[in-house]
């Protein structure tokens, strides 16, 4: 029998619109990492140095996402006739691993701090910058989380993420350099200089999960590993229909690569449905496709029938 085949097209307008945030991603990002270099030197604070070189790097990943993004909006072509799906877990990989060596790199670098004796830092400066920063991260994630609930781009997701995780690094800088400002005049004086350092530690023990589990859920997809979640629906949606139509037996594969989702069904029909006809396999692919779900250009689902079992 004849097999069912939606090819994988791209969604112009949402690609557009994936790579226009992005874009004012890559240039909000970069005042961020300039502002956080600079009045990291000029506080003589690490923790507002590390704020800036995060987001520095952020710039660079948001740029090859902004590439991935391009690439997704391009036809399939002869060489890549899947399409592109397959560069986005790639690019969310890289991403995720070097933001997880930074946080690693600025973890050492705080204990050393600790260790030497911690550092004298500008309250007044870094306070101004803890918090004009965290109003801005604050504001581009939460702009940006509503637009993706339209785009649905795993791209800008890591994006929002990282404004997120910028947000929080910003706030917590704010906090400690707050407390510490509480402290001049005090009998705890002496622990002003361990504020930088110390928070710095504390802010890379608690973000470096993030990136973490992103390299993990983006290698996945790289090696095609199949969700337990999607093969588990696939076997409900087949077993029901095996009872309803007595099918003989089946087979299927299935992965997500980025965006994209890849799906074949092989079924071995019984001998009293082998005049059955075209019409009355198209209304159970129909069936089939509509219990799967997920229907769209990202879908790629293949449905086959045969009376040999060889074939599944």
Not at 11 to 23: H, K, S, V
Not at 111 to 119: L, N, P, Q, V, Y
Request: include cysteine.
């Amino acid at each position: 029998m004849t097999a069912l085949a939606h090819p994988v097209i791209p969604q112009t307008q949402d690609t557009r619109l994936e790579q226009q945030i992005l874009r004012r991603s890559i240039f909000c990002t970069l005042i961020i990492a300039g502002m956080g270099i600079g009045f990291g030197i000029l506080c003589g604070s690490i923790s507002i140095i590390f704020d800036g070189m995060f987001s520095a790097l952020d710039a660079g990943m948001c740029s090859l996402s902004l590439l991935v993004s391009r690439l997704l909006g391009q036809p399939n072509s002869r060489r890549f006739q899947y399409g592109f799906w397959h560069v986005e877990p790639l690019v969310l990989a890289f991403n995720g691993s070097l933001l997880a060596f930074l946080c690693l790199y600025a973890f050492v670098n705080a204990i050393k701090g600790i260790t030497e004796g911690g550092r004298e830092l500008e309250l007044g400066w870094a306070i101004a910058y803890a918090l004009a920063v965290s109003i801005f991260c604050f504001t581009i994630f939460l702009k940006q989380r509503r637009l993706n609930k339209q785009v649905k781009s795993e791209l800008i997701a890591l994006d929002t993420k990282s404004w997120l995780m910028s947000a929080c690094i910003s706030s917590a800088l704010l906090v400690a350099f707050l407390l510490s400002w509480s402290l001049e005049g005090t009998a705890y004086e002496y622990l002003i200089v361990y504020t930088d350092p110390a928070v710095l530690a504390l802010l890379t023990l608690i973000l470096i999960p993030v990136p973490i589990k992103t390299v993990i859920s983006a290698v996945r997809e790289v090696l095609q590993m199949t969700p337990d979640t999607l093969d588990a629906s696939i076997e409900r949606i087949m077993e029901r229909l095996i009872l309803e139509y007595g099918f003989l037996d089946y087979s299927h594969y299935a992965t997500r690569v980025g965006r994209g989702l890849f799906i074949e069904i092989h079924v071995v029909i019984p001998e009293s449905m082998e005049n059955d006809g075209v019409r009355r396999f198209d209304k159970i692919r129909d069936e089939i496709a509509l219990a799967i779900g997920d229907p769209g250009p990202h879908r790629w689902l293949t449905i086959s029938f045969t009376r040999d079992s060889k074939w599944l």
